[in-house]
């Protein structure tokens, strides 16, 4: 395997210089078919203030307490919410900077890095994602849009083996309604499972299920079977645009709430190995909350803004799948030229030609730190470089060039004025001996 010093071995990683090219080509992907579709790349901080994470802000992201976030707190200071979860640092930067009375919907994109907490590991995780989101828009095409988006991106990369899994959360009066249809129809002694899971209702219909798994008399009911009515329209509505689209999915009541996605519509783009690639939904709740009432009345009525959806891509997913396929082996490209020089003169004036060879837009590497010719000639042999520009004291004097061949180990001396146009004709004759 490629990474296996970083990526496939360790949950906190580095990313080495070998493997930038597969990481470059995965992100460069992701942000052409996110632009293609209308979204603007913003950076966001990589930590938010800690007040704003109230109470309600947390129960709508599905944490249980405040300690479930990376807070950096330096004495009796406020603190400040390393890697925040979900959508929340799109959300607030669209909001704070007013950036739908430029364009509405707000369609926006960042790509960051996030850090979880792996129970089961015992360790921290690091991630790397492009989250991206729709802001000011309710329309269940909007939620359509974001999954043909993501689809369309894993096909460029070669992505086709997977599956989109779909179900509704409902909004907060769906849950409220499942709850009590649920104490009514359950034994007394499992209302302690409603109650815990008030907020997230597959897991409660998942722990319910467990304990009435013997009780034949016992028909647990469904949240996406109770869905008012405005949310079950809105989510028909969404599988219709997917019919349309020609995009197969899944329905799966299942699909569960995680952090950041827990309202209306959540859905994820699954690989053939069971790895989750994508994942995306609904946050009109979570916009709610970075919406600000004025203290004071006005004449204008003040319009609140509505609907919001978007995905977190998860990179470093999508780098190990592809590292794993034989076609993505492919080592980077072998330099055209090497650039050797000798002596402090001959140093100086291999820089130059360095320099002007860089220029042209030709790959060119060296080895000048290595003080004798011999060295620096027998990496360019080891690397496979055809040809080897050669610079001395006698060189820099006269102004000319040595090019010696790797393969007959001929050598040819030019005029400075002559090396460029010189190496074209060698790279050339290169090229057509390859072809033959």
Known sequence: MIYQNTLDTAPVYDILPHDHPLWDRVIETTEEYLTQFEHQKVTVPFGEKEALFTKRLLQKLNLERKSDLYIVRRSHKQGLVVSPPGPIGLLRLCMENDLLQERN????????????????????????????????????????????????????????????????????????????????????????????????????????????????????????????????EHFKQVLEFLDTLEIPYQLDPHLESKTGFAYKTVFEIVADDGSVLVRGGRHDDLLTEFQTVPEEETEEEVVPVEGAVGMEIKIDRLVRLLAAREDFRKPGRTPDIFVAGVGQEGQKYALTLLAQVRDEGLAVTEQLGKKRLKEQLAFAREEGIELMVIAGRKEALDGSVIIRHRSNENQETVDAERFIPFLYQKLREQNLEEEE
């Open 105 to 232: 919907p707000a369609k926006l994109y960042t790509y960051t890095s996030t850090l979880t907490y792996d129970e089961e590991l015992g360790d921290y995780e690091q991630h790397h994602v492009m989250k991206s989101e729709t802001i000011g828009d309710t329309s269940p095409v909007r939620d359509a849009e974001q999954i043909m988006v993501a689809k369309k991106m894993l096909a460029e990369l070669g992505i086709t083996n997977t599956t989109v899994r779909i179900n509704s959360l409902g909004s907060e009066k769906c849950k409220e309604r499942y709850y009590e249809k649920l104490l009514r129809e359950i034994p007394e002694e499992l209302h302690d499972i409603c109650e815990r899971y008030r907020n997230d209702p597959v897991k409660m219909f998942m722990c319910l299920q467990e304990g009435v798994s013997q009780r034949e008399d016992i028909n647990l009911p469904q949240l996406i079977d109770n869905l008012t009515e405005s949310c079950y």
